[in-house]
Every structure is written in C-alpha cells, then in structure tokens.
Antibody
Framework: QMRLQQWGAGLLKPSETLSLTCAVYGGSFSGYYWTWIRQSPEKGLEWIGEINHSRTTNYSPSLKSRVTISVDTSNNQFSLKLSSVTAADTAVYYC??????????????????WGQGTLVTVSS | EIVLTQSPGTLSLSPGERATLSCRASQSVSRGYLAWYQQKPGQAPRLLMYEASSRATGIPDRFSGSGSGTDFTLSISRLEPEDFAIYYCQHFGSSVTFGQGTTLEIK
C-alpha cells in the first residue's frame, strides 16, 4: 500500500520561499507524475504542478513564474518551492500521486493516494 | 480552462436516504478524465470514483457515478453516517481543475 508523507515549514513571512518535501513509501516511483495541490477557503482545491522521475514538469499557468518542483529519485522524494509568497498563498498543501505515463501514452488521470497535508501560513 | 460547477452547494439528508450530487463542466469532457473525491474535516481528499463511474479500491458499492459530456452525477444509494462529508469532482485536461464542492450534511 503506497503512502505519501510530507513535511516542511508551516509559517512564513511575505516574500519568503515556501519549501515542502514529500516522500513516497511502497509501490513504484517511476512512471508516475508526482503532484502538488493546495486548498484554501478562497480558492478551493488548486493544482500547482507535477513532475515525473525523468524530471519533466508541468505547472499551473497562474503559479508558473514562482513554482519549482524537483525530484530525488534515489530517495523517492519530490519537493515544492514557491517563491515570493504572500498571504494569498496561505493554504493546506498536499502531495499526491498523479497520472501514469508509459512511452507516449498516459493513464489514470486522478490523484491517489494523497499526503497528509501541511498547513502553510504566510503572515508578517 | 474547463470550469466545473457542483450543485447543490449543501445537501441536507438523513441516514438511509439517497444522495444525488451534480458536477457540470463548462464544455464537454471525456469520462476518462473525470474523478470524484470525498473529504472529511482535517483529512486529505480521498479518491472515490475515477473515469466517471469506476469505484476506487475499498469504496462501497452504495457509491456510483454516471454521466457524460458536460453533466456528471455522484449518487450514494443509502447514506451511512460516515458518508457526511464534502465531495469534489475533478477534471484533468490541459490543466487540472476541481469543482467547488458539495457539502453533504446530516438533516
């Protein structure tokens, strides 16, 4: 049974960089896109971006200028960095397993499982 | 970007009743890219249905999904106390979008 465990700083000041990491336990790491999603009362569930083991990334257009997702395949981990945070970035951040892609074909366009979530608060 | 609109915003029902939740897309989408999630307070969303009508592992058969084109439905045949939660639909297209959620509350 695959399990995702995430960690990172929960309190940031405006203009700082958010940094979270998610470790994947059990199951295959390669082939999947590993995803970050956030949730706030204002915006609901919001997809941030994804990365696969080959370091191919896709980002939300609205966050692309500030987001970097990276992967550490030797430890089955992936990370999120969001720069220049403001109060609008206050949210619960989740990591999740996303779609599977083999060759030129992708499957399973949903998210399962999810990490436990990390509340990130941006406040001066 | 496809917008998903869920209705109703809040649904008040009693245990044992049937629940019908709607998810409407701003343009036609493929069933293969439509999923449903359940979220309880303090927990991450949990996958319920994928490809519009396939139950995820461990999901009881009182949950069912249907629909095509722009209109999709999640049905719960006989509500159990643990079913009262928030439900989200999700589409994977050029970007990923979620509906705003339907809160299923005990009447």
């Amino acid at each position: 049974q695959m399990r995702l465990q995430q960690w990172g700083a929960g309190l940031l000041k405006p203009s700082e960089t958010l940094s979270l990491t998610c470790a994947v336990y059990g199951g295959s790491f390669s082939g999947y896109y590993w995803t970050w999603i956030r949730q706030s009362p204002e915006k609901g569930l919001e997809w941030i971006g994804e990365i696969n083991h080959s370091r191919t990334t896709n980002y939300s257009p609205s966050l692309k200028s500030r987001v970097t997702i990276s992967v550490d395949t030797s430890n089955n981990q992936f990370s999120l960095k969001l720069s220049s945070v403001t109060a609008a970035d206050t949210a619960v951040y989740y990591c999740a397993r996303g779609r599977y892609c083999g060759g030129t074909t992708c499957y399973w366009y949903w998210f399962d499982p999810w990490g436990q979530g990390t509340l990130v608060t941006v406040s001066s | 970007e496809i917008v998903l609109t869920q209705s109703p915003g809040t649904l008040s029902l009693s245990p044992g009743e049937r629940a019908t939740l709607s998810c409407r897309a701003s343009q036609s989408v493929s069933r293969g890219y439509l999923a449903w999630y359940q979220q309880k307070p303090g927990q991450a969303p949990r996958l319920l249905m994928y490809e519009a009508s396939s139950r995820a592992t461990g999901i009881p058969d009182r949950f069912s999904g249907s629909g095509s084109g722009t209109d999709f439905t999640l049905s719960i045949s006989r509500l159990e106390p643990e079913d009262f939660a928030i439900y989200y639909c999700q589409h994977f297209g050029s970007s990923v979008t979620f509906g705003q959620g339907t809160t299923l509350e005990i009447k």
